[in-house]
């Protein structure tokens, strides 16, 4: 028997460790790979606790302020995943500017001590069953990220750092609104004033709850953590930030950040929904934040001309189809689930191609970067492959996800919604496919610097294209068993049922 | 005036105003710093003569760092910058207290629609609560130097810490402790956001700021 505190507290471990590694007398290189190696270690204990400790029960640690279910689990793979690749691509990336001396020791300190900080902080997040503890680690990840945006320190990252920092913390002072109306609604419930905002004492006395009160909290909830998830009309910041953070940055952003925000939606959905009487309201506003997003996407990627700005844009698009998938619930809340998983991959797998090209042609915008699968064999073909993935071609595993969240949309009756969401996604694919085709085909561009690539880069993108693939054609037992779980736990139901591991089944 | 509450509440009113028809930085910061001052006491007022532990470190915590460590991280910054007013402000001073006295109208008609209960025992505090964050936002938005925009933010979280007053809401101390915490270390990195805006641009004005303007 494993304590809670012990199964929990070394989830801790291998962030803490890259953050100690800074303060060793190791070079840059060393701290970067301190860094891959603290990810590799997380992805072993988040896969040891699953299988040992997990599955069907909850464990607690410090006074029940800290918990792990099957949602805990799901977010805390995916987060280990993103920073094991993007850490590993670290290495590539910063090669050059070390061999050039302009990524010196004291810089990759820094770096490492925020890059593994910022780590720590998104798996205390997903540890949290305190929504206070919640709320101040998802601030904690704002403070931190915003500093590894600045690691350049030009002037336009300076201006995307401000933004990001100013409207997002902004954003989640509206979610602590939120987070003090559910404690006053708990009052209802009778929830011991210790355990106001523990939410599982507030799961396990659903449908008790002021329903009033949790109304305009959700509202809070939606417009805070819809912030910092990128939701449309709050997505400002993203476009900026995304473009002007070092890639891998870009990557963990994208990847991760954005999903943990949603999480804490998540989090909230079952305890307003069935306060609120099962009326469908917050699933309904769900479903209006997830379109707006997708059509602002639809708007602005046809004119995009900044490689990095354009996967902005994809980011507001699929955490759109993801909200969009959650707000139609059952089936959508499984499809919006795996839809993480599929756009944190291939969005990982966008920025890791978009990072290398733009430093092999010396520029960001795509006007210049032409004929990129003959310049550079290894990136080009990923970019392409990435921007196929990215907007759902078969046989990828986005396709599966925003399949059956069509599906979902259908059984629900919810035609309106799915003509906006088949508009929008039509416009996405159409624009993104004509950019992908502008960049990787036609005559070749002038360059800056030679094409380059490591062993590992052909890992990678081995690894991201094999499991975009894999994904797409069959789900593992246990994957689609916690997924089920998962699901079930933001629906506030039992496992869901209609959904197969293989392709049409 | 019926109570301390409600003398304390009118001096963060006219503190609301006095920030929306000021100019000079310093003096912006010497009113956020009287807020956080006056807020530190709530909790005191609101436990009519029931201290607890909890409620002194809170209400000390509160005025310890909204009323002294954040002002002196401000006027560091300041002094760094060698900025000290607000030029040119994208709406005016008349507007903004227009604006404010339509705040006061809109806050102050809503929180007498919410009725005295357990949920929410001092309405007017919720009202002051609402005026407050709506002049948080009002001079984020509404102004183009960042030192002002972060005392918009900072106002914001003052009407957030009053709205939590309002409603008498017990969370545990690590997590109030850890807002406050939060809020230091974001208002910390701010600062040092605005002397990089200030190495860069040569100005702390958020007009300077238009590279990644689409």
């Known amino acids: 028997?494993?304590?809670?505190?012990?199964?929990?507290?070394?989830?801790?471990?291998?962030?803490?460790?890259?953050?100690?590694?800074?303060?060793?007398?190791?070079?840059?290189?060393?701290?970067?790979?301190?860094?891959?190696?603290?990810?590799?270690?997380?992805?072993?204990?988040?896969?040891?606790?699953?299988?040992?400790?997990?599955?069907?029960?909850?464990?607690?640690?410090?006074?029940?302020?800290?918990?792990?279910?099957?949602?805990?689990?799901?977010?805390?793979?995916?987060?280990?995943l993103v920073f094991f690749l993007s850490s590993v691509y670290a290495n590539s990336y910063f090669s050059e500017e070390i061999e050039q001396g302009t990524f010196g020791p004291k810089?990759?300190?820094?770096?490492?001590?925020?890059?593994?900080?910022?780590?720590?902080?998104?798996?205390?997040?997903?540890?949290?069953?305190?929504?206070?503890?919640?709320?101040?680690?998802?601030?904690?990840?704002?403070?931190?990220?915003?500093?590894?945006?600045?690691?350049?320190?030009?002037?336009?990252?300076?201006?995307a750092m401000w933004k990001y920092l100013l409207l997002c913390s902004v954003g989640i002072a509206f979610a602590f609104v939120g987070t003090l109306l559910l404690s006053v609604a708990a009052?209802?419930?009778?929830?011991?004033?210790?355990?106001?905002?523990?939410?599982?004492?507030?799961?396990?006395?659903?449908?008790?709850?002021?329903?009033?009160?949790?109304?305009?909290?959700?509202?809070?909830?939606?417009?805070?953590?819809?912030?910092?998830?990128?939701?449309?009309?709050?997505?400002?910041?993203?476009?900026?930030?995304?473009?002007?953070a070092p890639t891998p940055v870009s990557a963990v952003f994208s990847g991760v950040m954005l999903n943990c925000a949603l999480y804490c939606i998540m989090r909230y959905l079952p305890l307003c929904e069935a306060s609120m009487g099962l009326r469908g309201r917050p699933h309904a506003m769900l479903v209006v934040f997830g379109l707006l997003s997708i059509m602002v996407a639809a708007v602005f990627i046809p004119s995009q001309k900044n490689i990095k700005r354009l996967l902005a844009y994809h980011s507001v698009e699929h955490m759109g189809i993801i909200a969009l998938g959650l707000g139609f619930g059952g089936l959508g809340t499984f499809a919006a689930l795996f839809h993480t998983l599929n756009h944190s991959v291939s969005k990982t797998l966008a920025f890791f191609s978009a990072g290398r090209l733009a430093r092999h042609y010396g520029t960001h915008d795509m006007a210049a970067?032409?004929?990129?699968?003959?310049?550079?064999?290894?990136?080009?073909?990923?970019?392409?492959?990435?921007?196929?993935?990215?907007?759902?071609?078969?046989?990828?595993?986005?396709?599966?996800?925003?399949?059956?969240?069509?599906?979902?949309?259908?059984?629900?009756?919810?035609?309106?919604?799915?003509?906006?969401?088949?508009?929008?996604?039509?416009?996405?694919?159409?624009?993104?496919?004509?950019?992908?085709?502008?960049?990787?085909?036609?005559?070749?561009?002038?360059?800056?610097?030679?094409?380059?690539?490591?062993?590992?880069?052909?890992?990678?993108?081995?690894?991201?294209?094999?499991l975009l693939?894999?994904?797409?054609?069959?789900?593992?037992?246990?994957?689609?068993?916690?997924?089920?779980?998962?699901?079930?736990?933001?629906e506030g139901t039992q496992a869901v049922s209609g959904f197969a591991g293989g392709l049409f089944q | 005036?019926?109570?301390?509450?409600?003398?304390?509440?009118?001096?963060?009113?006219?503190?609301?105003?006095?920030?929306?028809?000021?100019?000079?930085?310093?003096?912006?910061?010497?009113?956020?710093?009287?807020?956080?001052?006056?807020?530190?006491?709530?909790?005191?007022?609101?436990?009519?003569?029931?201290?607890?532990?909890h409620t002194l470190i809170i209400g000390f915590g509160g005025m310890l760092l909204k009323g002294v460590a954040i002002p002196l991280l401000l006027f560091r910054a300041?002094?760094?910058?060698?900025?000290?007013?607000?030029?040119?402000?994208?709406?005016?001073?008349?507007?903004?207290?227009?604006?404010?006295?339509?705040?006061?109208?809109?806050?102050?008609?809503?929180?007498?629609?919410?009725?005295?209960?357990?949920?929410?025992p001092s309405p007017s505090l919720v009202s002051l609560s609402i005026f407050m964050a709506?002049?948080?936002?009002?001079?984020?938005?509404?102004?183009?130097?960042?030192?002002?925009?972060?005392i918009g933010y900072l106002v914001l979280e003052n009407a957030i810490y009053c709205f939590g007053v309002s409603l008498s809401s017990s969370q545990s101390m690590l997590v109030e402790m850890g807002a406050l915490l939060d809020l230091l270390v974001g208002v910390f990195i701010m600062g040092i956001v605005i002397y990089h805006i200030n190495r860069e641009f040569d100005s702390i004005n958020t007009e300077e700021l238009e590279v990644l303007k689409e």
């Open chain 2, 78 to 120: 300041l002094r760094g910058v060698e900025v000290y007013r607000e030029e040119k402000p994208h709406v005016g001073y008349t507007m903004s207290i227009a604006a404010g006295i339509v705040f006061t109208v809109v806050a102050f008609w809503a929180g007498a629609a919410i009725p005295k209960s357990a949920l929410f």
């Open chain 1, 1 to 80: 028997m494993i304590s809670g505190a012990l199964c929990i507290g070394s989830l801790f471990v291998a962030p803490l460790l890259g953050v100690c590694a800074g303060a060793l007398p190791v070079g840059s290189r060393g701290v970067l790979r301190a860094g891959a190696g603290a990810a590799a270690m997380q992805c072993g204990i988040v896969a040891f606790l699953y299988r040992a400790a997990g599955r069907d029960h909850r464990i607690f640690a410090f006074g029940n302020n800290l918990f792990l279910d099957s949602l805990s689990y799901y977010h805390l793979g995916l987060v280990a």
């Open chain 2, 1 to 53: 005036m019926r109570t301390p509450a409600d003398a304390f509440i009118i001096v963060l009113v006219v503190s609301n105003f006095s920030l929306l028809g000021s100019s000079r930085l310093r003096a912006l910061i010497r009113i956020a710093a009287v807020q956080g001052l006056v807020l530190g006491l709530f909790p005191f007022i609101t436990q009519a003569g029931a201290f607890s532990a």
């Open chain 1, 187 to 244: 009052r209802a419930a009778h929830v011991p004033p210790g355990e106001s905002l523990l939410w599982t004492s507030l799961a396990d006395r659903n449908g008790m709850l002021d329903g009033r009160v949790m109304c305009v909290a959700f509202i809070f909830i939606l417009v805070g953590f819809g912030t910092k998830a990128g939701l449309a009309p709050m997505h400002t910041w993203l476009p900026d930030a995304h473009s002007q």
């Open chain 1, 469 to 490: 693939l894999a994904c797409g054609f069959h789900l593992p037992a246990w994957y689609v068993d916690l997924l089920r779980n998962a699901s079930a736990i933001v």
């Open chain 1, 369 to 466: 970067m032409k004929g990129a699968v003959g310049r550079n064999p290894l990136w080009g073909p990923a970019f392409f492959v990435a921007i196929l993935a990215l907007i759902g071609v078969a046989p990828f595993s986005v396709f599966m996800s925003e399949f059956q969240i069509v599906k979902a949309s259908v059984d629900g009756g919810k035609y309106a919604a799915l003509a906006v969401f088949l508009f929008g996604s039509v416009v996405v694919f159409v624009s993104a496919l004509r950019h992908a085709i502008d960049v990787c085909m036609g005559k070749r561009g002038p360059v800056t610097e030679p094409a380059r690539w490591f062993p590992r880069d052909f890992a990678l993108v081995i690894a991201c294209v094999g």
């Open chain 1, 107 to 159: 810089r990759a300190r820094r770096f490492g001590l925020l890059w593994n900080g910022f780590f720590a902080v998104l798996t205390a997040v997903l540890c949290a069953n305190n929504l206070g503890i919640l709320w101040i680690c998802l601030e904690a990840t704002t403070l931190i990220s915003a500093l590894l945006i600045l690691t350049r320190g030009n002037s336009a990252s300076i201006e």
């Open chain 2, 134 to 150: 709506a002049t948080g936002l009002f001079l984020t938005i509404g102004r183009a130097e960042t030192m002002t925009q972060i």
